[in-house]
């Protein structure tokens, strides 16, 4: 091997690593870093805002200087995107007051369920093929393992399972319907994330006032307390929300959808470990095992949807649904066959 392609090697072998690892570090972090500035900073419509506001002025700018292209914002197209965009919105709500009232490990569960609705759905209204005999097996392991994990939860409140299951609904109806919407409007990834940001921060005050949040806000700002804490856990919310965003979508042109989807479980396993060692707000041991058994059944899923006569998914569909911008959950590598990104940035 010559010199100079050594050298190409070694430029690209770096440059592959620190994507993968930078998108690791994002995804597995994200959603204890959303649960950490949800607990400090208790005004979820105004921290989703807030990282909306993040992520499509950070497109914006990283357009206007040529590190990126995304569509630009036209009247009809958003009215197009408006649907789409509303159910957006409606889960990253959900999201964060799931976050709000229950722990990550909840969020994860609830999370890995989305398989079993989608391959429903897809079924009853789709007219898709029932599930082969591995992917019903996968289904029944994800749904007997969120049981357990449920009837194990001692922190289980009405509050918090209403709030998971409204997640549920509205995550689920976003991958059978408005992914398939959003493609037909022919936006690039990015085009795709700004109007999902842009179009979510229009609608956040409409939210504020409908929740009353905009009193408490108000409250806050004319008693004069300033908390560091909650000024940094939102800050580093928001950048991980838009770092989220770019590594994801680097990530998924550097590497094979079976890396980036290995990368995704490891980044699972590591989010439970890093929340059961920082703090105390995370599920039993017998919960932890039925989480662990949970995200087994998704990469056992995962494998029965993806062999080696499965057709490829459209590149420009793996980009849009794994980078959907400013996701409070964290960016959604999730299993669920659908290589999904809510998140991710939801994207979250």
């Known amino acids: 091997m010559s010199l100079g392609r050594l050298d190409s090697w070694r430029q690209q072998y770096y440059s592959t690593s620190g994507v993968v690892v930078g998108y690791a570090v994002c995804s597995s972090l994200l959603a204890i870093i959303n649960k950490y500035a949800i607990t400090k900073f208790n005004y979820p419509g105004l921290l989703t805002a807030l990282q909306y506001l993040t992520s499509a002025l950070g497109v914006y700018i990283l357009g206007k200087i040529g590190f990126?292209?995304?569509?630009?914002?036209t009247i009809p197209i958003a009215k197009k995107f408006f649907p789409a965009a509303l159910v957006f919105y409606l889960a990253i709500f959900t999201n964060?007051?799931?976050?709000?009232?229950?722990?990550?490990?909840?969020?994860?569960?609830?999370?890995?369920?989305?398989?079993?609705?989608?391959?429903?759905?897809?079924?009853?209204?789709?007219?898709?093929?029932?599930?082969?005999?591995?992917?019903?097996?996968?289904?029944?392991?994800?749904?007997?393992?969120?049981?357990?994990?449920?009837?194990?939860?001692?922190a289980f409140t009405l509050t918090a399972y209403s709030w998971a299951f409204a997640y549920l609904i509205t995550i689920t109806t976003e991958m059978v319907y408005i992914k398939h919407m959003v493609m037909n409007l022919g936006l690039n990834t990015w085009g795709?994330?700004?109007?999902?940001?842009?179009?979510?921060?229009?609608?956040?005050?409409?939210?504020?006032?409908?929740?009353?949040?905009?009193?408490?806000?108000l409250a806050?700002?004319?008693?004069?307390?300033?908390?560091?804490a909650a000024f940094y856990a939102v800050s580093l919310s928001c950048l991980f929300g838009l770092l989220i965003s770019f590594f994801g979508f680097a990530a998924r042109r550097a590497v094979s959808a079976t890396a980036f989807t290995v990368t995704g479980v490891v980044n699972k396993f590591l989010t439970v470990a890093i929340n059961v060692l920082i703090w105390d707000k995370h599920a039993s041991p017998v919960g932890l095992v039925c989480l662990l058994f949970t995200i087994a059944g998704g990469v056992l899923y995962q494998q029965s949807v993806?062999?080696?006569?499965?057709?490829?998914v459209q590149p420009k569909q793996l980009d849009i649904e794994n980078n959907k911008g400013g996701s409070i959950g964290g960016g959604d590598d999730d299993l669920a066959g659908e290589s999904d990104g809510m998140g991710k940035l939801i994207s979250r």
Do not use: K
Request: aromatic fraction near 14%; hydrophobic fraction near 50%; charge should be negative.
């Open 306 to 312: 993806t062999g080696p006569g499965s057709a490829p």
């Open 96 to 154: 964060t007051n799931l976050l709000r009232h229950a722990n990550v490990d909840t969020f994860i569960v609830f999370r890995s369920l989305t398989p079993l609705l989608v391959a429903l759905a897809d079924t009853a209204f789709r007219a898709q093929p029932c599930p082969s005999n591995l992917t019903f097996l996968s289904l029944l392991l994800i749904l007997a393992s969120a049981v357990g994990y449920v009837a194990t939860d001692s």
């Open 68 to 73: 990126l292209h995304h569509d630009p914002f």
């Open 220 to 228: 806050a700002v004319r008693s004069g307390i300033f908390d560091p």
């Open 192 to 217: 795709f994330v700004f109007y999902n940001n842009l179009l979510s921060l229009m609608m956040a005050p409409f939210f504020w006032f409908l929740t009353g949040e905009n009193v408490q806000v």
